[in-house]
Protein backbone atom coordinates (compact mmCIF):
# COMPACT_ATOMS: atom_id res chain seq x y z
CA UNK A 1 0.00 0.00 0.00
CA UNK A 2 1.23 2.97 -0.95
CA UNK A 3 2.17 6.20 1.33
CA UNK A 4 2.02 9.82 0.47
CA UNK A 5 3.51 12.61 2.22
CA UNK A 6 3.42 16.30 1.01
CA UNK A 7 5.89 19.21 2.55
CA UNK A 8 6.34 22.73 1.00
CA UNK A 9 3.36 24.56 2.17
CA UNK A 10 3.84 27.59 3.93
CA UNK A 11 2.45 31.82 3.73
CA UNK A 12 3.15 33.68 0.72
CA UNK A 13 1.78 36.86 -0.35
CA UNK A 14 -0.75 37.85 -3.71
CA UNK A 15 1.25 36.97 -6.74
CA UNK A 16 4.02 34.85 -5.26
CA UNK A 17 4.84 31.29 -5.77
CA UNK A 18 4.86 27.87 -4.17
CA UNK A 19 5.90 24.66 -4.71
CA UNK A 20 4.33 20.93 -3.15
CA UNK A 21 6.02 18.09 -2.76
CA UNK A 22 4.81 14.63 -2.51
CA UNK A 23 6.88 11.68 -1.77
CA UNK A 24 5.70 8.32 -2.24
CA UNK A 25 6.71 4.99 -0.45
CA UNK A 26 5.87 1.36 0.12
CA UNK A 27 4.46 1.02 -3.47
CA UNK A 28 5.26 0.92 -7.04
CA UNK A 29 5.19 4.98 -8.09
CA UNK A 30 4.80 4.81 -11.78
CA UNK A 31 2.02 2.36 -11.81
CA UNK A 32 -0.28 5.27 -10.22
CA UNK A 33 -1.90 8.09 -11.96
CA UNK A 34 -1.38 10.94 -9.02
CA UNK A 35 -3.22 14.18 -8.62
CA UNK A 36 -3.76 17.37 -6.36
CA UNK A 37 -6.85 18.09 -4.63
CA UNK A 38 -7.35 21.31 -2.09
CA UNK A 39 -10.18 22.07 0.70
CA UNK A 40 -10.49 25.22 1.97
CA UNK A 41 -12.02 26.46 5.15
CA UNK A 42 -15.80 25.00 4.90
CA UNK A 43 -15.60 23.97 1.77
CA UNK A 44 -15.24 20.77 -0.09
CA UNK A 45 -12.10 19.41 -1.35
CA UNK A 46 -11.97 20.42 -4.75
CA UNK A 47 -9.64 18.61 -7.73
CA UNK A 48 -6.78 20.61 -8.73
CA UNK A 49 -4.41 18.60 -11.07
CA UNK A 50 -3.63 15.32 -12.28
CA UNK A 51 -0.56 13.81 -14.02
CA UNK A 52 -0.18 9.94 -15.64
CA UNK A 53 1.46 7.04 -14.63
CA UNK A 54 3.99 8.24 -17.72
CA UNK A 55 3.72 12.28 -17.30
CA UNK A 56 3.02 12.55 -20.59
CA UNK A 57 -0.77 13.41 -19.59
CA UNK A 58 -2.04 16.27 -17.48
CA UNK A 59 -5.29 17.82 -16.29
CA UNK A 60 -5.50 20.76 -14.57
CA UNK A 61 -8.95 22.81 -13.14
CA UNK A 62 -10.04 25.87 -14.72
CA UNK A 63 -9.32 27.46 -11.65
CA UNK A 64 -5.43 26.65 -11.57
CA UNK A 65 -4.77 26.31 -15.44
CA UNK A 66 -1.89 28.34 -16.19
CA UNK A 67 -0.74 29.16 -13.01
CA UNK A 68 -0.08 25.63 -11.47
CA UNK A 69 2.39 23.39 -13.39
CA UNK A 70 1.81 19.38 -12.30
CA UNK A 71 4.87 17.75 -12.79
CA UNK A 72 6.30 13.93 -11.32
CA UNK A 73 9.86 12.19 -10.79
CA UNK A 74 9.32 8.30 -11.08
CA UNK A 75 12.94 7.92 -10.61
CA UNK A 76 12.63 9.78 -7.22
CA UNK A 77 8.82 8.74 -6.62
CA UNK A 78 8.49 12.02 -6.24
CA UNK A 79 5.24 14.54 -7.40
CA UNK A 80 5.18 18.38 -7.22
CA UNK A 81 3.63 21.35 -7.65
CA UNK A 82 4.40 24.45 -8.80
CA UNK A 83 2.11 27.19 -8.17
CA UNK A 84 2.28 30.74 -9.67
CA UNK A 85 0.72 33.95 -9.23
CA UNK A 86 -0.84 32.87 -6.37
CA UNK A 87 -4.18 34.58 -4.80
CA UNK A 88 -5.90 34.28 -1.56
CA UNK A 89 -8.75 32.22 -3.79
CA UNK A 90 -5.66 29.73 -3.32
CA UNK A 91 -5.60 29.09 0.20
CA UNK A 92 -6.34 25.43 1.23
CA UNK A 93 -4.98 22.32 2.61
CA UNK A 94 -3.46 20.63 -0.60
CA UNK A 95 -3.88 16.90 -0.75
CA UNK A 96 -1.86 14.69 -2.66
CA UNK A 97 -3.57 11.59 -4.33
CA UNK A 98 -2.62 8.31 -6.01
CA UNK A 99 -5.23 5.90 -8.07
CA UNK A 100 -4.51 2.28 -8.82
CA UNK A 101 -6.89 2.34 -11.97
CA UNK A 102 -5.01 5.54 -13.59
CA UNK A 103 -8.12 7.62 -13.13
CA UNK A 104 -7.43 11.44 -13.41
CA UNK A 105 -9.57 13.72 -12.52
CA UNK A 106 -12.29 14.64 -9.86
CA UNK A 107 -12.75 11.37 -9.06
CA UNK A 108 -9.55 10.07 -8.85
CA UNK A 109 -7.96 9.36 -5.71
CA UNK A 110 -7.32 5.56 -3.66
CA UNK A 111 -4.62 6.70 -1.14
CA UNK A 112 -4.02 10.02 0.33
CA UNK A 113 -1.50 11.91 2.15
CA UNK A 114 -2.39 14.34 4.91
CA UNK A 115 -1.93 17.31 3.18
CA UNK A 116 0.38 20.70 3.73
CA UNK A 117 -1.46 24.28 4.32
CA UNK A 118 -1.02 26.98 1.84
CA UNK A 119 -1.97 30.64 3.21
CA UNK A 120 -1.87 33.20 0.90
CA UNK A 121 -2.20 36.81 2.36
CA UNK A 122 -3.90 39.62 0.60
Known amino acids: QIQLVESGGGFVQTGGSLRLSCVAS????????MGWFRQAPGKAREFVAA????????SYSDAVKGRFTISRDNTKNTLALQMNRLTPEDTAVYYC???????????????WGQGTQVFVSA
Open 97 to 111: AADSGGAMGPVMGDY
Open 26 to 33: GGTFSMYA
Open 51 to 58: ISWTGIDR
